[in-house]
T-cell receptor, first 114, second 112 residues
Framework: AQSVTQLDSQVPVFEEAPVELRCNYS??????LFWYVQYPNQGLQLLLK??????LVKGINGFEAEFNKSQTSFHLRKPSVHISDTAEYFCAVSDEWGDNQFYFGTGTSLTVIP | DTGVSQDPRHKITKRGQNVTFRCDPI?????LYWYRQTLGQGPEFLTY????????KSRLLSDRFSAERPKGSFSTLEIQRTEQGDSAMYLCASSSSGAEQFFGPGTRLTVL
C-alpha cells in the first residue's frame, strides 16, 4: 500500500513571499500524484496532478509541483503567495492501475501573513 | 455539469441513532468513492463503486457502516447505531477515468 508524508503541518509565510509545501510518498508501483486545497468547511479542490510526462506540473492559482521519482517527492511551490492562498493543502497518491483509491497526507496548513 | 453534490451538508444526531448520507456524482462518472476526514487529518478511503458494483468495502470502519449505489447513479452511506467517534466529515468523490477524482462539499456529522 501507498503512504504519503507531509513534513510540515503548519507553514506561515508573508504575503508575496515564495512558499514550498513538501510531500513524500512511498509506493512499490507506478503512481499518480495530486495536490488538493481545502478551504474551511468545504470539499477538496484539485490544484494540480501528475499522471505522466513532464515532471514539472503547473496548476491553478499559480501553483506548480515537481515529481522527483528518485526522491519519491512531489513538492508544491508558489513564487508569490496571496492572502487568499490561506487554506489546508493535501498531497495524495493513487495507483496507476487498480481501483485508484487515494491515499492522503495529513495536510499542511498554509497561513499567509499580511 | 453541476459537480458532485452531497446531502445533507450538516447532520447532528444522538448516539445510537442511524444516519444516511446521499451523494450525487457528476452524471457521466461511473466511479464513486467515499472518504472520511477527521479533524486535523487527511481523508481516509472507505469504499468505492464502479457503476452499481461495490468493488472495495474492506476499508469500511465497521459493520455499522454500509453503502449502496443501486442504479449506478447516486449513492448512500449509512451508519447504524452511531457513536461519538463517528463524528467527522464524510466526503464523496466521482471519477470517469480513475486518474482524477472530483470531490463534493462533504457532510459534517456530529454525534452527541
Amino acid at each position: 500500500a501507498q503512504s504519503v508524508t507531509q513534513l510540515d503541518s503548519q507553514v506561515p509565510v508573508f504575503e508575496e513571499a515564495p512558499v514550498e509545501l513538501r510531500c513524500n510518498y512511498s509506493s512499490s508501483v507506478s503512481v499518480y500524484l495530486f495536490w488538493y486545497v481545502q478551504y474551511p468547511n468545504q470539499g477538496l479542490q484539485l490544484l494540480l496532478k501528475y499522471l505522466s510526462g513532464s515532471t514539472l506540473v503547473k496548476g491553478i492559482n499559480g501553483f506548480e509541483a515537481e515529481f522527483n521519482k528518485s526522491q519519491t517527492s512531489f513538492h508544491l511551490r508558489k513564487p508569490s503567495v496571496h492572502i487568499s492562498d490561506t487554506a489546508e493543502y493535501f498531497c495524495a497518491v493513487s495507483d496507476e492501475w487498480g481501483d485508484n483509491q487515494f491515499y492522503f497526507g495529513t495536510g499542511t496548513s498554509l497561513t499567509v501573513i499580511p | 455539469d453541476t459537480g458532485v453534490s452531497q446531502d445533507p451538508r450538516h447532520k447532528i444526531t444522538k448516539r445510537g441513532q442511524n444516519v444516511t448520507f446521499r451523494c450525487d456524482p457528476i452524471s457521466e462518472h461511473n466511479r464513486l468513492y467515499w472518504y472520511r476526514q477527521t479533524l486535523g487529518q487527511g481523508p481516509e478511503f472507505l469504499t468505492y463503486f464502479q457503476n452499481e458494483a461495490q468493488l472495495e468495502k474492506s476499508r469500511l470502519l465497521s459493520d455499522r457502516f454500509s453503502a449502496e449505489r443501486p442504479k449506478g447513479s447516486f449513492s448512500t452511506l449509512e451508519i447504524q447505531r452511531t457513536e461519538q467517534g463517528d463524528s467527522a466529515m464524510y466526503l464523496c468523490a466521482s471519477s470517469s477515468s480513475g486518474a482524477e477524482q472530483f470531490f463534493g462539499p462533504g457532510t459534517r456529522l456530529t454525534v452527541l
